[in-house]
């Protein structure tokens, strides 16, 4: 794994920084395989970053949109993930809708769909039960309490490792997650955290020793990059040590 962290002024300075890693990481990937695969993050931090990105003249029908986590929510729900990447994103731009792969939710039982969408994702990259695909890209977040993607503290997801979709759970709601293999395998891993409630937080998650069940973004450590981008407010005890 190679780690690198960034402490950028302000949260906008993250969602200028953003799109260049992408951009960086979509052409090698193209050049190299034909195609982008990327998971996208929900929440407030990365929505300026898809509108960024679709001012962009991008070879669409290259790149392929999967998401890591999401809300056991109709796509067209104001909570979705899905909705919030193609109203700031891809419906912006046209995006070929047979390169976009959201997470199922409609059919009532979350293990359902996520059994459907782990089989979805293992067809499209063509491995077998028991392997992991590599993205080229996976976006994160991070929460106050150090949880990433629907992988929350103490939870049952933190243990799957056999599968590349769970069933999330933040206080009995349930959510459909990429597992922490999944993630682990991606070429590169992309954190965007942004805010001051985020720093006691971030402080355990790079704390040299801890619980990652308790602050399960300590689990995440990518076979390939790994990077945390930080405004100040998040990053200042990082910057300082």
Avoid at 6 to 16: G, K, M, N, Y
Avoid at 134 to 156: E, N, V, Y
Wanted: a negative charge; aromatic letters at 8%; glycine letters at 6%.
């Amino acid at each position: 794994m190679h780690k690198r962290i960034e402490v950028l002024a302000t949260r906008e300075e993250i969602v200028r920084r953003s799109p260049e890693i992408i951009l960086s990481k979509m052409e090698a990937a193209i050049q190299s395989r034909n195609r982008f695969t990327i998971a996208l993050a929900g929440g407030g931090t990365p929505k300026p970053v898809y509108e960024a990105l679709a001012k962009q003249d991008l070879p669409l029908d290259q790149i392929h949109i999967f998401w890591g986590d999401e809300r056991y929510v109709p796509p067209d729900h104001p909570d979705s993930n899905q909705k919030m990447a193609r109203s700031a994103w891809l419906d912006r731009v046209n995006f070929p809708e047979s390169n976009i792969h959201p997470m199922p939710t409609g059919s009532g039982n979350p293990q359902v769909d996520a059994e459907k969408h782990d089989r979805q994702i293992r067809e499209f990259f063509g491995v077998a039960p028991g392997e992991f695909p590599r993205f080229d890209m996976i976006l994160l977040g991070m929460g106050d309490d150090a949880h990433t993607a629907s992988l929350f503290p103490f939870t049952d997801a933190l243990q799957v490792c056999d599968r590349l979709v769970t069933v999330g759970n933040k206080d009995g709601e349930p959510r459909i997650t990429f597992t922490i293999p999944l993630i682990n395998q991606a070429d590169c891993v992309v954190f965007l955290v942004a805010g001051a409630s985020k720093r006691s937080a971030l402080a355990e998650v790079f704390a040299p020793t801890g619980d990652a069940n308790a602050y399960p973004s300590r689990f995440i450590q990518p076979q390939g990059e790994l990077w945390w981008l930080l405004d100040a407010a998040a990053g200042e005890e990082i910057q300082k040590s």
